[in-house]
């Protein structure tokens, strides 16, 4: 084993499978391992590397300002965090930002929001927070809370108390659960990531729209994962045409630095108020400079490409043999198929492409701008591996 490997098994908390790969440097969709193997990115350090490996103009924009300042404490104001909080805005209709470091704490922001929003409102009993049944929304124990997915709970409980799952895209379930008890909000994802790509139907988002207002609740979308542009739109929401109340997001906004962002829209806008919410780190002068390039790149013509994309994956696979079935939304996409996966996605590291998994599917999360040609390679080999495996 190399040494690098021994000594991460030694001293790293084995909280992670790991696949058997030491990744050196990439560049763009082109990733290398310490052999000098090379490969095909496909999972972009699961949503988060936007642009792929040391791409030229957001290293450019990370560098700039890691001459300047790299970090302020949030006891002074800073060009970074002011415009990127304005881009976030003007291109969602948002009234205001508060920026952390990672998705499970934009999720905790927004259900703190929640419950201060409802205390405020409606009474302190209406601390009751709807999520769906399948779902991610991280890993602290009010996030896990908020999971509802069993086998993430056991061994960790009592959990943060307040949260009641309903089925996803079933309406009914969610209304029972408003009309049964006092409720501050509903939190999902439109596409369910971690649960297996698995994207909320039409219809169901506009009843999820449509219940929060009967009810008086927020509505909440969750899209660290579905987010800055990775639906083919810059938030998945805008390709449903229903607005949430709060929208949480992280994972690709950085494009490979940590940044979390909760933004609030007219109804959560103000809620809270000074000192009631913090972070040191949030709004990192750095990662917010990333993020400004991040987000001035997913123009319309990047978003048009990314669903070229999708449908170009979409009617290579769906219907192969050895494929089961496609699902999912923009370039995060999800493959049944009728073979062992695991024994798929290993073949598939031997010729060079680095998928990875969402429950027992392939999962494919390529940079926004992957090449058309490495594009093109990687769905033919993931085509002849699932027909293999039959
Ligand atoms: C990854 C993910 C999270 C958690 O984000 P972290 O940055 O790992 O805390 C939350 N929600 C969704 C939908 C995710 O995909």
Redesign the pocket.
């Known amino acids: 084993m190399s040494n690098i490997k021994s000594t991460d098994k030694q001293f790293v908390a084995g909280t992670y499978g790991r696949f058997d790969l030491v990744l050196t440097h990439g560049r763009g969709s082109t990733v290398w391992d310490e052999d000098g193997k090379q490969y095909i990115d496909l999972a972009t350090g699961?949503?988060v590397n936007t642009f792929g490996y040391s791409d030229e103009g957001w290293v450019t924009a990370v560098t700039e300002q890691l001459g300047k300042l790299q970090h302020t404490s949030n006891l002074y104001y800073h060009e970074p965090g002011a415009k990127l909080a304005e881009k976030l805005c003007t291109r969602t209709g948002a009234k205001s930002v508060f920026f952390s470091n990672?998705?499970?704490?934009a999720?905790e922001c927004a259900i703190k929001t929640a419950r201060l929003w409802a205390a405020t409102n409606k009474g302190a009993e209406y601390y009751h927070i709807i999520t769906l049944k399948n779902s991610?929304?991280?890993?602290t124990i009010t996030?896990l809370a908020a999971t509802g997915q069993d086998t993430f709970h056991t061994d960790f409980t009592p959990l943060t108390e307040g949260f009641l799952y309903a089925e996803a895209n079933n309406a009914d379930s969610v209304e029972e659960l408003l009309k049964s008890h006092k409720c501050a909000a509903v939190l999902a994802?439109p596409v369910q990531?971690?649960g297996g790509v698995m994207p909320l139907t039409q219809g169901f988002m506009e009843s999820l729209r449509a219940l929060c207002d009967q009810y008086n609740v927020l509505l909440m979308l969750?899209e660290?994962?579905?987010g800055n542009g990775r639906s083919g739109h810059l938030y998945a929401y805008q390709s449903y045409g229903v607005t949430p109340d709060v929208l949480t997001t992280?994972?690709g906004l950085g494009g490979g630095l940590p940044i979390?962002a909760t933004l609030f829209f007219e109804k959560s806008h103000g809620t809270l108020k000074a000192g009631q919410h913090g972070s040191t780190f949030g709004a990192n002068p750095i990662s917010c400079a990333a993020a400004c390039h991040v987000l001035d790149r997913i123009d319309d013509a990047l978003l048009s490409e990314v669903r070229a994309k999708s449908e170009y994956i979409f009617t290579t696979l769906t219907g192969k043999k050895g494929i089961k079935s496609v699902s999912g939304l923009g370039l995060m996409i999800g493959i049944e198929t009728e073979g062992d996966s695991s024994a798929i996605l290993k073949a598939c590291m031997e010729r060079g492409i680095l998928p990875i998994k969402a429950k027992s599917k392939i999962r494919l999360l390529p940079a926004l701008n992957i090449p058309w040609e490495a594009l093109k390679a990687a769905v033919a080999i993931i085509a002849e591996e699932a027909e293999k495996a039959l």
């Open positions: 699961i949503a990672s998705g499970a704490e999720n991610f929304h991280g890993r996030t994802e990531g971690e969750d660290v994962q579905t992280a994972k979390g």
